[in-house]
């Protein structure tokens, strides 16, 4: 079996990258120039229409202009002391002097998380609330320099005022699921797990799934979403193709999106989960890597900033390194043997997806969080099963609350593996701190990895049959 180029597997690939370069170098021409450019090249593509190789190279370049012209704007942030409309977009969590709050700031369009001095008019703010507010670099504010009203709210653009709706439609379920008392961590985990409220997250237990490798499933992501996809499509009873069973499914995918607040890594899995159920009305194979770039570029074209998004990043790279690295994972064991031994089947699966997420993220998280989680294996072993049966039981216990206490007692159980995991011998390398350029090098380095693996592959394969 052969292989043939990545990117004449993908075309769209390609292009989605170039689109990242634009935005990610924007601000390079001025934005007269920039339509010009384009129009030459659109022009240049047509003229090489006979010329293959020749146009693609001049179509990935339009896609780098066209990622410039979209690139977002530089915009000032709120100065020290001035007053500004602000939105409430989190409910108020207590600390033991402050109470922390998210603020959208519409005229920057900026989120700042905010500390407030706790007195009965913090305490009781509500998610969509407008206020007034003077703004310090400190984040904390004091009883004189907020007051409720201004018409923040209406500033807002449509896409982030969807956005509190759908977390104001959500508190309603967040309190259903807190109706059994018990173990504060557990329950902030299942709120976290299941609408995606991470509010409730203390610091300590953040870095418990942090040093585990576990937080991937504190964010809600494909994972999730791939879960209640799975449910919703084996309840269709093999109805996959039926434009009415599809078209539930969806909505339902969007619904559950639209209930956790719609974060980057949601859309994205909502936008390849809609795709793909498209493709099976047609009974036509996923080209998964086809619709991870489209996705991409329809994310990028809609809102540009999205490629600053850490969230953004991780989803992405997170599944890039799954779809290009699992299929030569699978091809270097022997598939008539895996089929007749599912346990380890099972079991390699869920090594190998495990270890290509952490090639596609790794040097973001040491970019970002300067840290790698060396017992990542360890804990997907443990934390892919409970996340399953969280998920689902916490979608049965919005239906069923009764069954919120044997919820709690999963979590609970959860939290202390992951603590003891945390706290095996090197269970977190810290201290990492490369550079941009650096992590531009590493990922050159897992690319031509995945080159060398594509030529190894095939003679692996002819050994095994």
Known sequence: MTRGPLFANCPLLPLAVCLALGIAIGGLLADGWLACLLAVLLVVAWLLRKSPLAQSVTLNLCCVVLGMACAPEQSAKVADGVWTEAVVASMPVERPKTVMIQLLLPATDEQRRCYFWTDEHSRHLQIGDNLLV?????????????????????????????????????????????????????????????????????????????????????????????????????????????????????????AYALLTGLSTSVVRAAIMLSVYSLFSLGGRRHASLGVLSFTAIVMLLADSSSLFDVGFQLSFMAMLGILLFVPLFEQCVSTKWMMTHRPVKWLYDLVIVSLAAQLGTAPLVAYYFGQFPTWFLLTNLVVMPFATIILLGGVLTLLFPSLGGILLWLAGLLNSILDGISHLPLASIGGLHPSALQVAMLYLLIGLAYIALTRYVPVCQRRLL
């Open 134 to 254: 003077s703004i310090s670099d400190s984040q904390f504010v004091r009883r004189g320099d907020w007051h409720a009203g201004g018409e923040g709210f209406s500033l807002l653009s449509r896409w982030q005022r969807l956005r509190i709706r759908a977390l104001q439609w959500r508190l309603p379920l967040l309190e259903r699921l807190s109706q059994q008392s018990g173990d504060g961590d557990a329950q902030a985990i299942i709120s976290a797990m299941v609408l995606g409220d991470k509010s409730l997250l203390t610091r300590e237990l953040r870095q418990t799934y942090a040093s585990s490798g576990a937080s991937h499933v504190l964010a809600l992501s494909g994972l999730h979403l791939s879960i209640i996809y799975l449910l919703l499509t084996r309840l269709t009873l093999g109805r996959r193709r039926s434009w009415l069973i599809q078209s539930v499914v969806v909505l339902a995918i969007w």
